[in-house]
């Protein structure tokens, strides 16, 4: 469902050209457990944010659900970002005014959701990641691990067939970052699929599967 | 396709949010909207009081004064010996043969010392007729005006302004009394109303004789006007034609009489105090810009500042136009609200100057409410254009990171 054939990303620093991705051909399928690891400047975080249409490929094509989206136009992008992709990141990005509740809505208002709906659902996903009473707070008053878990609700609310996940749990103590592992966890056993990028070996061991990156290419790819 | 009442909400929230800023344009925009609308307002209450000032000489007034308007001035001062001819009562009569004109009213003005038993003083006055009350609107609050006589009847009677009234006789009954002016004494027959204004003229310090009394009184046979007010605004330009044409023939063929109208007059004044209104709200209107620019630095700094949630936005599915909407509905929701207090604070200014100053009727003119409200709505609107469309193109991927 996730497939990338010969993709290439360039970027220019200076006079020099730097192959962040070079040549990375790539199978997922709908449901699977992830890792992307490797050295900092391996190019992982960029094949993420490929995978998540934040960036695009310099040549090369990619197929979400069959479907080029390397074709698609800036506004079909964010369409599609929107139902299919969930982001989860190191450093939360909740937005610092809004609540819980609302910063978890955000997807949903972009997607011109009815209200009555959004409540519904958002209640549903409060619920399932055990931050009812923590609705109404702003991320300051939230610990690292909750601002995590309503990150992951945020990313999941819209009901996305990919997950993406980079250094979910680098920002938090080893208790919390193993309930937010957890949670992601269960989400991919009802069938997310789930990418995570970490440089965190026991984080990567838990995945099914675990590619290993090193300037730019894939080094390994491996099933455990 | 995200929803127009969610995209006011977030902005909504977002002016909350940053409260100390939000305050800041609020009050850079009212600022700008209440100057726009105090300082026409004073030039509206300038207009209307003009205006009014005028209203009070009289309607459909044509006023007849000695030499043409390009000689010397008009003061009190050049009535006599400036013109080679005298403007005098025959004159006057004479240009009370045409079915036009309703009434004419004589006019002669001096200065002499009016006394009354050991009490003395300076004091201006008017020789004129019957006619000369309802030509200037004026009403009496005693007594009678001059009465119905032949105009070059001389006769020993004089209606007095309340403030004259009140330091001659303080206490005393004034009516049926004698005051001295110059060498002669006259029998006071009328006291007239205080609340009459008229350009030039106090009401309250006034004392009016017969013309022709006050001719001997001054020693002179010229008149310092003749006021003709005629039937309808139509006939205006039939009476003018008619003076001139009248004073041309009695004068030996030289037209040196000057021939206005209160209208004339009154354009000229109302053009230069609607131009300087216009203008005071122009320079008004430089403040809303300036508040514009202000609008326009505070969402550029904010758009640095939101930079995270604005790759945030983009990575949750939103569009650059999406994220151009965000900004400009959120600059609009600022403007109009700091628009809408600025009118409130306007009006308020408004009243405070009527307030102050009573004879000024201030009122904000319509247009610079609504002009100055729609500039403010437009300025906040064109200066978050260029935040906005810097928003729009930010690199999610580059935003995200610098968290």
């Known amino acids: 469902m996730i497939k990338l054939e010969n993709i290439h990303r360039d970027f220019e620093v200076g006079d020099q050209i730097v192959h962040a991705l070079d040549d990375i051909n790539l199978e997922i399928q709908q449901g699977e457990y992830l890792s992307v690891m490797g050295p900092s400047g391996s190019g992982k975080s960029t094949l993420l944010n490929l995978i998540g249409m934040l960036d695009h490929a310099t040549s090369g094509s990619y197929y979400l659900n069959g479907k080029n989206v390397t074709e698609l136009d800036e506004k079909q992008e964010?369409?599609?970002?929107?139902?299919?992709?969930?982001?989860?990141?190191?450093?939360?990005?909740?937005?610092?005014?809004?609540?819980?509740?609302?910063?978890?809505?955000?997807?949903?208002?972009?997607?011109?959701?009815?209200?009555?709906?959004?409540?519904?659902?958002?209640?549903?996903?409060?619920?399932?990641?055990?931050?009812?009473?923590?609705?109404?707070?702003?991320?300051?008053?939230?610990s690292g691990g909750q601002r995590q878990r309503v990150a992951i609700a945020r990313a999941t609310i819209s009901e996305p067939s990919v997950l993406l996940a980079d250094e979910p749990t680098g920002n938090l103590d080893t208790k919390s970052g193993h309930d937010v592992m957890k949670t992601l966890e269960s989400l991919n056993d009802h069938g997310i699929t789930l990418i995570m990028v970490t440089h965190d070996v026991a984080l990567g061991d838990r995945s099914k599967r675990s590619i290993k990156m090193v300037d730019g290419r894939i080094e390994s790819d491996t099933l455990s | 396709m995200i929803r127009t009442n969610d995209v006011i909400a977030f902005g909504?929230?977002?002016?909350?949010?940053?409260?100390?800023?939000?305050?800041?344009?609020?009050?850079?925009?009212?600022?700008?909207?209440?100057?726009?609308?105090?300082?026409t307002a004073l030039g509206e209450g300038a207009r209307n009081y003009v205006r009014s000032e005028f209203a009070s000489l009289g309607?459909?007034?044509?006023?007849?004064?000695?030499?043409?308007?390009?000689?010397?001035?008009?003061?009190?001062?050049?009535?006599?010996?400036?013109?080679?001819?005298?403007?005098?009562?025959?004159?006057?009569?004479?240009?009370?043969?045409?079915?036009?004109?309703?009434?004419?009213?004589?006019?002669?003005?001096?200065?002499?010392?009016?006394?009354?038993?050991?009490?003395?003083r300076e004091i201006t006055v008017l020789g004129s007729n019957s006619e000369l009350l309802k030509i200037r609107h004026w009403t009496m609050a005693r007594g009678d005006f001059l009465p119905e006589t032949d105009w070059d009847r001389a006769s020993a009677v004089c209606v007095i302004g309340t403030k004259i009234r009140n330091e001659i006789f303080g206490a005393h009954?004034?009516?049926?009394?004698?005051?001295?002016?110059?060498?002669?004494?006259?029998?006071?027959?009328?006291?007239?109303?205080?609340?009459?204004?008229?350009?030039?003229?106090?009401?309250?310090?006034?004392?009016i004789i017969p013309v022709s009394s006050a001719q001997s009184l001054f020693n002179t046979p010229s008149l310092f006007r003749i006021f003709i007010e005629v039937k309808?605004?139509?006939?205006?330009?039939?009476?003018?034609?008619?003076?001139?044409?009248?004073?041309?023939?009695?004068?030996?063929?030289?037209?040196?009489?000057?021939?206005?109208?209160?209208?004339?007059?009154?354009a000229t004044f109302d053009n230069i105090l609607g131009a300087l209104t216009y203008a005071v709200g122009g320079i008004a209107a430089i403040s809303l810009a300036v508040a514009g620019i202000l609008i326009m630095n505070v969402m550029l700094v904010a758009v640095s500042q939101r930079t995270s949630e604005i790759g945030l936005l983009k990575a949750l599915g939103a569009s650059g136009r999406e994220i151009v909407f965000l900004i400009l509905v959120e600059a609009l929701l600022l403007s109009s609200l700091g628009g809408l207090i600025g009118l409130i604070i306007g009006h308020l200014g408004s009243w405070g100057i009527r307030a102050a100053l009573p004879d000024l009727e201030a009122y904000p003119p319509g247009w610079a409410a609504i002009s100055s409200f729609l500039i403010a709505i437009a300025t906040g609107a064109i200066f978050s254009l260029l935040p906005a469309s810097k928003a729009s193109k930010l690199d999610p991927v580059m935003a995200l990171a610098r968290h």
């Open chain 2, 232 to 266: 309808s605004r139509a006939a205006i330009p039939n009476v003018i034609k008619f003076a001139e044409d009248t004073i041309r023939a009695r004068h030996q063929g030289e037209l040196d009489v000057t021939v206005i109208t209160q209208d004339a007059v009154l």
């Open chain 2, 12 to 39: 909504w929230q977002a002016l909350k949010g940053y409260r100390s800023r939000t305050v800041l344009m609020l009050l850079a925009m009212c600022i700008g909207v209440a100057a726009v609308l105090m300082l």
């Open chain 1, 78 to 142: 964010a369409e599609t970002r929107n139902k299919n992709i969930g982001f989860v990141f190191q450093a939360f990005h909740l937005v610092p005014r809004l609540t819980a509740a609302q910063n978890i809505e955000l997807p949903l208002i972009l997607a011109g959701i009815d209200p009555s709906i959004r409540k519904e659902k958002i209640d549903k996903v409060l619920e399932e990641l055990n931050l009812t009473d923590r609705a109404h707070h702003k991320p300051d008053q939230l």
């Open chain 2, 59 to 120: 309607t459909n007034l044509v006023i007849v004064f000695p030499g043409r308007s390009e000689t010397t001035g008009q003061g009190m001062g050049t009535m006599m010996g400036v013109t080679p001819r005298d403007l005098t009562l025959d004159d006057a009569i004479a240009l009370t043969r045409n079915p036009n004109v309703q009434r004419i009213a004589p006019l002669n003005v001096g200065v002499a010392e009016v006394s009354w038993q050991n009490r003395k």
């Open chain 2, 173 to 207: 009954n004034a009516l049926g009394q004698y005051i001295r002016l110059g060498e002669n004494r006259y029998r006071v027959i009328g006291i007239l109303a205080s609340e009459g204004r008229s350009i030039g003229m106090d009401v309250e310090e006034l004392v």
